[in-house]
């Protein structure tokens, strides 16, 4: 088959994931990548970095408010958070809470806090700082009706109480067993009580103080975000090795549209980093190899990019059979391949790999066109006019609605579902059209993903309770199949017991492959160029970069 571009179809699932107000972000590795050692750290000099251009519609750099990936990465570096969590593992670790003890139901959660660490405007953190940022963020909560990012990450908060000047403890109403993941999150980094005191507004174009190994030197969206070392900063995460003062003096992240710029700019040594929100293509993948540079990778953790039915009365998808034959229709490691490459990773479920708790549902995902066609023809889907399916004189046809044409990737899905009989409609429509769209009903495919080390995220998009599109959460399932999901959902959230989440969790990413729920399209992965000058290279546990053991040869 025929190499075609990839950049337009992953621009779509950002397209309509950013339409619906949900995360954007995306070969290999599940663990943090590291450039070769380069001797001993060497201090001083500057980081240039080029991103993705900055969010069109939301320029935010606020932890609590922004869902923006480079943002995100940005913001770690800025702010740190109550614990950090392993990469490799999942493991929860201490960072600004040197331990904690959750309650037996899971509703309190004490955190004794790390003596000695300030702010950058000279504020102390202790147990009334925590207070205070929980306390402004459930504020943002209620001023922006539950639409804000962080929402999800503090569902069903109550209160905060200070125990002691190191102790506080936080109080949910309900049992919330993804809040210790939650608290090693860039969303729940704690910043200077001061900073509530400004708009949230202000604090999205970056009027707040924190305590990390840099400080925000200047933000101008879409142009540059300049961030500068903190010299007395001496409180890291034991999960790096430099748990003092950054080697470099400061980092620049430009933001730059085209991949090709970029990795021009990388390999003739005008940028460090290359961070695209695409997947690097596999021919610019090798371009960086042979440049001596060197190409970092690790998949975003949380849902994985993917493709949810319409299951409403008289839609297609309606039907169980059908949707159990789109499954085999799908050809996931043609797609991979062709799209972004021989060595991408082949997506295997509802999440990305790098996700704690993930069960592959590989075999439930095979490409099986006699199958497709088998359980089509039970359903009374018999092949008529043009080679597609017809039932009652109506035609097999699917409409996908989009903000986005994308061109390479939608000719293999639309080539493979013909292949079986189905025909696939793509609809161009814009952003601001997108919600009625799909709070109308009017498709039978839409996509999304979400990026968090928890899958509890999933719900996010499923129930919709919580869900930022109410209609895509409540078309996705049956009511029998939304209650069944309800009910994974709130076992895995309400116990603190790992084996019991796991299990929960494993019940429920088969779940959602046998009743036809998600549809996973692709394998998310954090691609980074990488100048063969910069040492200590890693990525966090979201899939961020993480610069405190980052150096640059001289």
């Not at 699932?13 to 050692?37: H, I, K, N, Q, R």
């Not at 799909?438 to 899958?455: C, H, I, Q, V």
């Not at 919709?464 to 309800?486: C, F, G, R, W």
Request: aromatic share 10%.
């Amino acid at each position: 088959m025929r190499r075609v571009s990839r950049r337009g179809i992953a621009a779509t699932a950002l397209a309509v994931t950013a339409a619906l107000g949900l995360t954007a972000c995306g070969s290999s590795g599940d663990e943090a990548g590291a450039a070769p050692a380069g001797g001993e750290p060497v201090a001083g000099g500057t980081l240039k970095v080029a991103f993705w251009p900055d969010n069109p519609s939301f320029t935010c750099l606020d932890p609590f408010q922004t869902y923006w990936i480079e943002h995100r990465t940005v913001i770690r570096n800025l702010a740190d958070s109550l614990t950090d969590q392993d990469p490799k593992t999942g493991e929860i670790k201490p960072w600004l809470a040197e331990s904690w003890e959750i309650s037996a139901d899971g509703k309190e959660y004490t955190f004794h806090l790390r003596d000695g660490v300030t702010f950058s405007d000279g504020a102390k953190l202790d147990a009334a700082a925590v207070k205070v940022n929980l306390d402004g963020a459930q504020a943002v909560v209620k001023e922006t009706g539950g639409s804000t990012y962080g929402a999800s990450y503090i569902l069903g908060y109550d209160h905060s109480e200070v125990v002691d000047p190191l102790t506080v403890k936080v109080v949910f109403s309900a049992p919330n067993s993804s809040f210790l993941q939650a608290s090693s999150t860039t969303n729940l980094a704690i910043i200077s009580p001061d900073s509530y005191k400004k708009t949230a507004k202000e604090r999205c174009l970056g009027d707040y103080t924190a305590s990390g190994p840099f400080t925000l030197e200047s933000y101008k969206p879409n142009e540059l975000t300049r961030i500068t070392r903190r010299a007395d900063y001496n409180w890291g995460s034991a999960l790096s090795e430099n748990t003092g003062a950054a080697h470099l003096d400061s980092v620049e992240f430009s933001y730059v549209a085209e991949d090709s710029v970029r990795i021009g700019n990388l390999i003739s040594g005008a940028i460090d980093i290359a961070w695209p929100r695409n997947p690097i293509t596999a021919e610019d993948r090798e371009l960086i190899k042979k440049s001596g540079n060197v190409l970092e990778s690790r998949p975003l953790p949380g849902v994985a990019s993917a493709f949810y039915p319409n299951t409403a009365a008289g839609r297609p998808l309606a039907e169980l059979d059908v949707r159990r034959a789109l499954y085999k229709a799908f050809d996931l490691e043609t797609y991979a391949k062709t799209i972004f490459g021989s060595d991408y990773p082949l997506v295997a479920g509802a999440f990305d790999s790098t996700t704690p708790f993930f069960a592959p549902q590989s075999d439930k995902l095979r490409h099986d066109p006699q199958g497709a066609a088998k359980l089509l023809e039970a359903a009374g889907w018999k092949v008529g006019e043009g080679g597609y399916r017809f039932k009652d004189g109506r035609k097999l046809s699917l409409l996908l609605p989009t903000t986005t044409q994308f061109a390479g990737g939608a000719e293999l899905i639309q080539d493979v579902l013909k292949q079986v009989g189905i025909e696939l409609q793509i609809k161009v429509v814009t952003g601001a059209e997108l919600p009625a769209v799909l709070k109308n009903g009017e498709y039978d495919l839409t996509s999304s993903y979400f990026t968090r080390a928890d899958p509890g995220a999933l719900q996010f998009i499923l129930d919709p309770d919580y869900a930022n599109s109410k209609a895509l959460a409540t078309n996705a399932s049956t009511p029998d199949v939304q209650t069944e999901i309800k009910a994974l959902f709130t076992k895995a959230r309400e116990t603190t017991d790992d084996a019991q989440r796991k299990v929960a969790y494993a019940d429920l990413q088969s779940l959602l492959i046998d009743k036809g729920v998600v549809y996973p399209w692709f394998e998310r992965v954090q691609y980074a160029g990488v100048s063969k000058a910069v040492q200590g290279f890693a990525f966090t546990s979201e899939s961020f970069l993480k610069l405190n053991d980052v150096w640059k040869q001289q």
